[in-house]
């Protein structure tokens, strides 16, 4: 990595997008550390409870981020936090679509191929994918109660 060149294009941005990759740094340190201690049901529950996700009412601030913006800033983010996997960059991810007033869906899909399971993680905002892929396996399931 360049950090000399990647400090000075974060200095050089504005502030709205550095508070933006912070916001995402941070939140994607803390699920990385909350999954390493807690399962994810449990994470999930208490990340309901705090209203951080699965609004009942989401309200947009007047002037809010479009969700591509977010999904960018995670993106960044994750760039510099090596081996972030797809789960807490995506619940990192519903977080910061809800707390902009966006109806987030978390969707947790697995596929087996050639007799290799896989797992995949991401976030669905307004019918489409917005951070991460569901176009990683042929076949992809949506796990039951895994979307908000």
Request: proline fraction near 7%; charge should be positive; glycine fraction near 6%.
């Amino acid at each position: 990595m360049d950090y000399p060149r990647k400090i000075q294009k974060f200095l050089i941005s504005s502030p709205a997008d550095r508070k933006l990759f912070i916001q995402a740094t941070l939140l994607l340190v803390l699920m990385r550390v909350a999954l390493a201690w807690i399962r994810f049901q449990a994470l999930w529950r208490l990340l309901k409870r705090m209203g951080l996700v699965e609004s009942q009412t989401p309200q947009r601030p007047s002037l809010y981020l479009p969700p591509e913006q977010i999904a960018r800033a995670l993106a960044r983010a994750s760039r510099c936090l090596p081996g972030t996997s797809c789960l807490p960059h995506a619940l990192a991810g519903a977080v910061m679509l809800n707390r902009q007033g966006y109806p987030a869906n978390l969707c947790i899909g697995v596929a087996k191929e050639n007799d290799e399971f896989g797992a995949h993680a991401w976030v669905e905002c307004e019918g489409r994918a917005v951070i991460g892929s569901k176009a990683h396996f042929n076949t992809l399931l949506i796990l039951p109660g895994a979307t908000s």
